[in-house]
């Protein structure tokens, strides 16, 4: 069988749906293994094991521990029944993009098929395969670059970013970045526009943990989300505040060298005009918010920033460390710390304060 190869039109980007997971509206998402939002099978893989190597025994492996979404790529026609049964989706990797005839029945099984693209195959080629298996498979299909090993088992290779970027934009389809066991490549290939991961099956607890930050993180900065339900909101604004806490710590740590670095550090070398500046600057990225309200904002992080500095220039003249968090903590719950509210970001007042 030969594929004829088409121009792919560009389409409006859809969502796939993978079990209880969306691909390609809200959040990126990371599958591989244990604690990944879905999990895979890679059956290929497992062939020749002495035990696990049927998708009977890897499916039930798997479902004894995890109830969420399984992916399986299936090593030969005969695991397709099971996998239709017992599957969440199905993946053609990259090894099977030129075995259509697998290709054709696993666009049939009723099941969304992940097309992995292959190092030998090109952009025009990976589109063309993932619309042959559209007209089969309803439209769910997901776009897959990189990860994969090509028959004779050789490395995974790392993703093209651009070539998944464009094969996005080009067929409007949801698009994974296959990382196998190296996170390195997570924060660009969500900043690139993944809308998720593919780890390996069985990826390090580390592997995970990073992909999941890249996601979370950089996901809040490059991802605009529609949340439509209350618990998608809370979801969205918690990887916002994950994006904030990294940044508000990254900040403090910047503001503690500037007061080693200044003449006069501290509460006493505190610059007005400098701190209003930066809230203009900041309000023209946060229109909305605009000067107003970004100054009490500011004014608190600003000031949170001086007393960590001061407490831990303390803590060294005293020859000993900073305070534990907990206490510096319940210092800050029980009042206002010496020093504080000695100036203030821009001339607004704070919450709860009389102009
Ligand atoms: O830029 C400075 O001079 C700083 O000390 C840093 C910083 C800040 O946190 O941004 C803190 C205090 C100053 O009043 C102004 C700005």
């Known amino acids: ?40 099978i890679d059956l290929r893989e497992r062939r020749g094991r002495p035990a696990g190597g049927t998708a009977a025994d890897a499916l039930a492996e798997v479902r ?52 992995q693209r292959g190092p030998a195959t090109s952009l025009e080629e990976w589109l063309a395969v993932a619309d042959y298996c559209a007209a089969d498979a309803g439209d769910r299909v997901v776009l897959c670059e990189g990860g994969g090993r090509g028959r004779a088992g050789s490395p995974a290779a790392p993703p093209d970013l651009a070539l998944m970027r464009g094969a996005r934009e080009r067929s409007g389809r ?7 066991d190296d996170p390195a490549l ?56 994950a994006a904030l806490a990294v940044l508000l710590e990254r900040r403090a740590e910047l503001a503690g060298t500037v007061q080693r670095l200044k003449p006069v550090g501290g509460f006493a070398g505190r610059d007005l005009e400098r701190e209003r500046r930066l809230v203009a600057e ?39 460390a900073v305070p534990p968090a907990g206490e510096r903590v319940a210092d800050g719950l029980r009042g206002r710390a010496p020093g504080a509210g000695e100036g203030r970001a821009g001339s607004a007042p704070g919450p709860g304060e009389r102009a």
């Open 1 to 40: 069988m030969s594929l004829t190869v088409q121009p792919t039109e560009r389409a409006e980007r859809g969502a796939v749906r993978l079990g209880s997971l969306t691909l390609g509206a809200g959040p990126a998402v990371v599958i591989g293994g244990p604690g990944a939002d879905a999990r895979w």
């Open 64 to 115: 004894a521990c995890w109830a969420g979404p399984v992916l399986v790529e299936p090593s030969s026609a005969d695991d397709l029944a099971r996998i239709a049964a017992e599957a969440d989706g199905v993946v053609v990797g990259a090894a099977w993009t030129r075995d259509l005839r697998l290709v054709r029945a696993v666009s049939r099984l009723g099941l969304p098929v992940v097309v």
């Open 174 to 180: 949801p698009v994974l970045a296959g990382l196998g």
């Open 186 to 241: 997570a924060a660009a290939a969500v900043a690139a526009g993944a809308d998720g991961l593919l780890l390996s099956p069985d990826p390090s607890r580390r592997t995970t943990a990073a992909a999941q930050e890249a996601v979370r993180i950089v996901g809040a900065l490059t991802r605009r989300e529609e949340p439509g339900s209350v618990p998608a909101a809370r979801g969205a604004i918690d990887r916002v505040d």
């Open 282 to 320: 900041m309000a023209r990225r946060a229109p909305s918010l605009g000067e107003a309200r970004l100054a009490p904002i500011m004014n608190a992080v600003i000031e949170a920033g001086l007393h960590l500095a001061e407490e831990r220039r303390a803590g060294e003249s005293r020859g000993g």
